[in-house]
Structure formats: structure tokens, C-alpha cells
């Protein structure tokens, strides 16, 4: 699977409609996130009112495919999302659609997402690519990648800087810390792996780019 986009751009916002979906009607272009990125975004949700948390997901577009069947695929935006599900399991999000697919075959539209390299198909031990019907129908079916999770958290930090034109950046960075000696952890104590993986990361210049995948 290409692991790199033929980029997608969102219209200018002025000049197109945004579709207003439930979240749970929205289907995931990846097998697995970090819930430690999903709980820090869940509590800062729960302390906004459902208009606060409206008016900010208006200002952030997610962006999607869809099918002539009306199936949407979420290009962007999981971890965000998925912790909104967490406080509110009817809210809805602000979609605006960067790619019609022809046809209204699942496979067939999952094969064109993997053509452009808009799917993520490794699983949260970092197996695969695994083939696009793999995917989950929504976001409560994502996996849990402590090494997502970790590389979230170095973000936070500063010791990884972003890089919204490298496609999966967080992932490439986690697939890289997986082949490294790190203490056992998991996405709810990240605590036993932090000091190596800072010392790791600065090594190698955590802000220059990220490493091969």
C-alpha cells in the first residue's frame, strides 16, 4: 500500500456547503489511533457546552469521501472525533467532501482510497497493510496503538514537530519507536517508556522529519 496522499485540499470554505453527519454514520480510513490522545480530547470536550463544541467543529471541517450509495469515509480528524462519540454518542460533525466516488461498491471505493494512499492498513501491533475491507464501519471499532499513543504524547512535548503535508506522520514515528527497546506500556501509562523515547527521539532529531517507515 502507498503510504504516501496525492494530496487532498479543502475548498475554501466560503465556497462550498458543509455537511452536518452523525458521527457515528462516518467511517474510518484507519485500523487504529491512541486512545491516550482520545481521552486528553474527551476531557477538554466535557468541559465545553454542546454549542461551544459546535461552534468549534464548524471551524474544522472533516474532510470525506462519498459514495453514490451515501457512504462517507473520513479522511481526517479520528482521534477527534472518536472522543467526541466519547461524550456525546449522538453528536454530529461538520463534513466537507474532497472526493466523489463513483460506484457504490464498498470495495470498490475502499480500492480507490487505497490507490490515492488515503488509508492507514496497519493494525495497532503495526501488522500489515491489511486488505481495505479490514476496516471497521465506524470509529468505535479503531484499535488502541500504544505507540500512537506515545508519539502523541512527544508530540505534546515538542520533541515531534507536525507535519500536516507527510501523510501519517504520527504512525511512521510510532512504527519506528515499535523496533526500538522500550519498557512495556500501554496507552494508559505511558510513564515506563517516556525517558527512553525522548532520549531516542532527540537522537534523532525528532524535528527534522520523520523516519522511513
Known sequence: MAQTSGPYELPPLARQDLLELPIRRLQPTQLCLGLA?????????????AAERRRYLRTRPVPVAVSSAGEHWMIDRHHRLRALLDVDADATAFCAVVLVL???????????????GWLYLRDA???????????????AGLEDDPFRSLVWKLKQEGLIRAQPQVPFLEFHWGSWLRRQDLP??????????????????????????????
Open 125 to 139: 501491533g503495526g501488522r500489515g497493510p491489511h486488505p481495505p475491507e479490514r476496516l471497521p464501519m465506524d470509529l
Open 184 to 213: 512495556a506500556f500501554n496507552s494508559m501509562d505511558l510513564g515506563p517508556a517516556l525517558p527512553e523515547a525522548r532520549r531516542l527521539v532527540r537522537a534523532r532529531g525528532g524535528q527534522g522529519g520523520p523516519p522511513a517507515p
Open 102 to 116: 463513483s460506484g457504490a461498491s464498498r470495495t470498490h471505493c475502499l480500492e480507490e482510497l487505497n490507490r490515492r
Open 37 to 49: 490522545e482520545v481521552r486528553s480530547r474527551a476531557r477538554d470536550f466535557s468541559m465545553e457546552t
